[in-house]
DNA sequence: GAAATTAGATACATAGCTGTAGCTAATGCC
DNA sequence: GGCATTAGCTACAGCTATGTATCTAATTTC
């Protein structure tokens, strides 16, 4: 990994990044249930003693490196294109789901040891201010601005872009930018009013 | 578990049966990366030799539990009434879901290693074959009998309902039979043709 | 430059899982 | 009833992770 200099001496934030990387390295390699002290400190080229010094379980660590990661990029509604900022907000949450932090939420959510250890707020913090908010963002848009009445927004149509996105990366083939674009076209936009096979493909008349 | 008179001696199906079902408690409580042998042995209350006779690893004996389960109930299409056949669909798969046998098939979809030991075969037999046909069956008999254009039938059509049960699953809150009518009335059936709010409740016009 | 922090290098006893071996005894089959 | 199978029991050596303790030394702070 990164192999600094043995005679110098990582502290604070350097160390902490490092530690962070490992653990997220770490737990796509070998699952949640797998984490050990020892791991991530072999892995962070560090003595289990600094571990220990911090955390008491490696699940904590795990939880803690999750807790600095930089936010996702929030999607935002362009000028006058529905179709296109809907397909934008699930490639946005594609690429943050293939990341290392993504992949780490997604071997922590069936994990039951950790699942239970993961608090409300990291929870919020983590995934329902992420990878619940893509599509609803810019759905929200437009429907404030007029472009279909506001009603039709509801839980389950706002859920659907996500949805259809986790099931693909579940089965193993994220979805590419003309599945992204089928999926809006054949799921979402028909739920919010626009009818099925009015469209084609790119610029196919996005209201 | 299932407390055998010590004086008898289980072989054979009521063993291998002891065993599947105490792996599957067992990857329920620690999850896939936790498993062991000693774990899986002690549920059991059978020696550790008994399962290096057959099984050289945990995840073998997983593996081979969830294939020999009963496979799930065939959704079955009623006389005409695609909007109840579509619900009741989902209804199965949430059942199934919820089973042992389906929490288990969660535990290993994200776990590195036991994702790497699961054949094509076994991840058609219990996956595919299960939990992503729900809705297809139900809505492709439909298709042929006319109810609705048979080129909206797309991959992405068929996955919707079975996408959003499982986003509902990952996120703890297990569908209730209302929030399975607001999927399929929310974002099944407008994307095949039927517009959005066409729909209030129950008989509310299957087509 | 001295003092306070804090990382790094051991070492160690404990505990749990692993994989195998050797034996006893219950069960099924002919 | 006798024989072949196959659970069940016990033991054991090897390995890995756990937590803690102790000491050294690099880095920051004042």
Do not use: C
């Not at 950790?114 to 908010?133: K, Y």
């Amino acid at each position: 990994m990164s192999d600094h200099n043995p005679r110098t001496r990582r502290r604070g934030e350097e160390l902490l990044k490092a530690i962070h990387d490992a653990v997220l390295e770490e737990v796509v390699e070998v699952g949640a249930g797998r984490l050990t002290m020892d791991g991530i400190a072999r892995r962070a080229a560090t003595p289990r003693t600094t571990l220990y010094r911090r955390w008491s379980d490696p699940l904590e660590v795990l939880l803690d490196a999750l807790y600095h990661q930089h936010p996702v990029e929030e999607p935002t509604a362009g000028a006058d294109d529905l179709r296109g900022d809907l397909i934008r907000a699930l490639r946005l949450m594609v690429d943050w789901a293939l990341s290392p932090a993504g992949r780490a939420v997604a071997a922590i959510l069936t994990d039951p040891k950790s699942a239970a250890l993961m608090s409300e707020a990291l929870f919020e913090r983590v995934f329902a201010n992420r990878g619940g908010t893509f599509t609803r963002t810019v759905l929200q848009h437009y429907a404030d601005r007029g472009h279909f009445p506001a009603e039709l927004l509801t839980p389950v149509v706002t859920d659907i872009g996500e949805a259809l996105v986790t099931k693909r990366l579940i089965d193993g083939a994220p979805p590419s930018d003309e599945d992204l674009a089928a999926m809006v076209d054949q799921a979402i936009l028909p739920a919010i009013g626009s009818p099925p096979g009015s469209r084609s493909g790119p610029g196919g008349g996005s209201r």
